[in-house]
């Protein structure tokens, strides 16, 4: 079919196009970004639709179920944080710091994803021959020795179906995505992306936006599915990739604990919850799933605990994790008491030692706090909080918590103790990981009419507490 070549105003900045100049874009609000370019369309109506007909809907039902299909990463934690697998037609910004993994992970994923189409990598930072060499460490060619570093399922030699190009050149990879037509494109990374039409310096937050939109509208056409990665850096200079973060459909963020796990979260998701958490470390091959992580944020101890340790049973997306909390009180070095906690919102802290002062008459104000959690794991699940008034508790009184105590628990301002999600998975993880006794909220059938209450077990202790006094009641007595 003939090409017509027409021209119209896009926007250097999101891409939106007008057919007349304007001064500002009516889609991103910057001003001036219209630019006239040339476009080759094919003759007749526009995208989405078909012969002369008119645009039209179509009934709900009538809709292919398959059309949104979903693509199994091969790798399960991934597929766990995306939301059970890639969704087709979705565009996954993979954010982290340098160094973290990004590259790893998605070099893992193209090995193993569970598709028969083809794959398409490209590398704005690296040469062929380094993404190689990557790939013969990470084991990913039969041929090159070792076992796969994921589990996979798909039939071997699915590497050959990989195919590689390093450019940041907008017009390359366009030129490339329609010889290849793979079903899944990874872009490494989005802020080497660069085109003449946004100007000639590269390296810019509208070269790497006017780039993104291009990947995604042609992901979007053609049924496949488009991670990007970006660099975030630990100076918080993620002006660029936040940016891009309205644009795409689901936001993953790589981070690191102090050992060597790696978290991945989603901070965005259109296709599913953005509770789940990744677990992964990395190793000579590459990275690993972490098989039971329920034990990974707990420290082995002989004897008594010290005091300010208590151990929480705590929700991460569908998994329940045991996490140590560590809490030291020291007189506060200025007249006001500080809060220093990174893995546990600061604020929830003021909130539950403010709690423990009116309600225990336990003077904290006059402290400063220092709260942290074993692993280097971010809590933010509200059934923290009794374990987290224990810890305190423990740690300004001296007096050490009894040992293999799970506790959980969201405490109200006025000191009760109210009941938490899914507290029978809570006891049973607590008593599979040896915790002898669980304190938490009684089972409230009325308030949660879906939920089964707790197993009894003749083995095990369930002590059911109404408020904060009666819990350090029972721990401390
Ligand atoms: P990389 O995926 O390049 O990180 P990013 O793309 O986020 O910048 O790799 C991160 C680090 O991991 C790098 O310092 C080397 C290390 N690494 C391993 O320890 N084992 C491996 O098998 C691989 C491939 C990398
Ligand atoms: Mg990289």
């Known amino acids: 079919m003939k090409k017509q070549r027409t021209f119209v105003f896009k926007c250097s900045a999101c891409g939106h196009e007008e057919p007349k100049w304007l001064g500002r874009c009516p889609e991103c609000g910057d001003w001036n970004t219209l630019i006239e370019t040339a476009v080759s369309r094919l003759p ?4 989405g639709t078909k012969g002369n007909r008119p645009p039209q809907s179509i009934p709900l039902s009538a809709v292919d179920p398959q059309e949104g299909g979903r693509i199994g990463s091969g790798i399960p934690e991934l597929d766990r944080v ?16 340098p160094g973290i993994g990004k590259s790893t992970l998605l070099l893992q994923a193209a090995a193993a994803a569970d598709t028969r189409g083809r794959i398409l990598y490209i590398s704005g930072e690296e040469s062929m021959g380094q993404v190689r060499m990557r790939a013969d460490r990470l084991g990913l060619f039969a041929n090159g020795g070792g076992d796969p570093p994921v589990k996979r399922n798909s039939p071997p030699g699915n590497t050959s179906r990989i195919e590689l190009c390093c450019t940041g050149k907008l017009e390359d990879i366009e030129t490339i995505l329609e010889a290849v037509k793979p079903v899944i494109v ?9 085109t003449a039409e946004v100007g000639v310096v590269p390296g810019t937050i509208n070269q790497m936006k006017y780039g993104a939109y291009e990947l995604i509208s042609w992901v979007k056409e053609h049924d496949a599915a488009l991670f990007l990665v970006a660099h975030v ?160 508790y423990s740690a300004r009184t001296g007096l050490s918590l009894p040992g293999r105590v ?61 408020d904060l006094k009666s819990a350090i009641g029972a721990l401390f007595s």
């Open 406 to 466: 799970a506790i959980a628990g969201e405490l109200s301002l006025a000191g009760e103790v109210r009941p938490v999600r899914r507290l029978g998975g809570r006891i049973k993880t607590s008593r599979s990981l040896g915790f002898e006794t669980f304190l938490g909220p009684a089972a409230d059938a009325q308030d949660r009419p879906n939920e089964k209450p707790p197993p009894v077990s003749e083995t095990g202790k369930i002590i059911a507490v109404g």
């Open 44 to 47: 007749g109506p526009g995208p």
């Open 233 to 392: 850096t630990k100076e918080g200079i993620i002006s660029g990739p936040k940016t891009l973060e309205h644009m795409v459909d689901t936001v993953l963020y790589f981070e690191q604990n102090d050992g060597d796990c790696r978290f991945l979260r989603a901070a965005k998701n259109r296709f599913g919850s953005v509770d789940e958490l990744g677990i992964f470390t990395m190793g000579e091959r590459g990275l690993s799933v972490v098989e039971d992580p329920s034990l990974l944020f707990l420290i082995n101890r002989e004897g008594e605990l010290p005091p300010g340790v208590a151990t929480a049973a705590v929700l991460e997306g569908s998994r329940t994790l045991l996490v140590e909390i560590q809490a030291l009180t020291v007189p506060a070095k200025g007249s006001m008491s500080r809060v220093f906690s990174d893995r546990i919102d600061s604020a929830r802290v003021s909130r539950v030692a403010a709690t423990l002062e009116k309600h225990l008459k336990l003077r904290l104000s006059d402290q400063d706090l220092y709260i942290n959690v074993a692993g280097g794991i971010r809590i933010a699940e509200v059934g923290v909080e009794l374990a987290l008034g224990c810890a305190l």
């Open 186 to 194: 990874m872009v490494d990374s989005a802020q080497t992306l660069h």
């Open 82 to 97: 995306l939301g059970g697998g890639i969704m087709k037609r979705s565009a996954i910004l993979v954010g982290g710091e």
